[in-house]
């Protein structure tokens, strides 16, 4: 079973500071790592796949790196709309046991 | 426009059943794999249930395997959830989401606004 912990549990930062979430595996999943942002009374939001890759319509701001078990999101020049959760998730495990890591709320 | 949109959740009793539903709009339905997960109040997302592109492969979390039946029917862009036996700990917001391709085995990629369920007796 593949653990995803993730660290701060809570981020404070500033509008337009940088922020740097992380996540680690309890063992190697090469790059198949997702994140999402979760805001207050929304469905989720596919961030980045691949550890690295940004979807389309996501600002560059934010970016993803990391390979095998440790892995981070950041996001520079924090706007108002990235107060948020953010989750990683691995899919080198398939069928996942506990796919997602706990969280990290920015705020 | 791409929409996900779920419906169904319900107060239930423990032990009772409920059916999830999700339909979908502004793309091509049969394409992609769908997934459902859940957010329990006070707690983080949980992977529920997976099936791919014509549902040739479906899978589960060990918390619902045998009490809980995902399936989709494509000519009406829908997918559902079909929860048997519930239990309080199945309370929760459960998230539709489709997938970034055909495969099950890839993140979701879009997610609707969810639908409640609480067991409760």
């Known amino acids: 079973e593949v653990v995803m912990t993730q660290s701060p549990a809570i981020l404070s930062v500033s509008p337009g500071e940088r922020a740097t979430l992380s996540c680690r595996a309890s063992q190697t999943v090469h790059t198949n790592v997702a994140w999402h942002q979760q805001r207050p009374g929304q469905g989720p939001r596919l961030l980045i796949f691949?550890?690295?890759s940004r979807v389309s319509d996501v600002p560059a701001r934010f970016s993803g790196r990391g390979s095998g078990t440790e892995f981070t999101l950041t996001i520079d020049n924090v706007q108002p709309e990235d107060f948020a959760i953010y989750y990683c998730q691995e899919y080198q495990h398939w069928p996942p046991t506990r796919t997602f890591g706990q969280g990290t709320k920015v705020e | 426009q791409v929409q996900l949109v779920e419906s169904g959740g319900d107060v239930a009793q423990p032990g009772k059943s409920l059916r999830l539903s999700c339909v979908v709009s502004?793309?091509?339905?049969?394409?992609?794999?769908f997934h459902w997960v859940r957010r329990a109040p006070g707690r983080g997302l949980e992977w529920v249930s997976s099936?791919?592109?014509?549902?040739?492969?479906?899978s589960y979390a060990d918390s619902v395997r045998g009490r809980f039946t995902i399936s989709r029917e494509d000519s009406k862009s829908s997918l559902f959830l079909q929860m048997n036996s519930l239990r309080p700990d199945d309370t929760a917001i459960y998230y539709c989401?489709?997938?970034?391709?055909?495969?099950?085995?890839?993140?979701?990629?879009?997610w609707g606004q969810g639908t409640l369920v609480t067991v409760s007796s």
């Open positions: 691949s550890a690295t």
């Open positions: 989401a489709k997938g970034l391709s055909g495969a099950d085995n890839l993140p979701p990629h879009l």
């Open positions: 099936i791919s592109y014509l549902g040739a492969s479906v």
């Open positions: 502004g793309f091509k339905f049969e394409s992609f794999a």
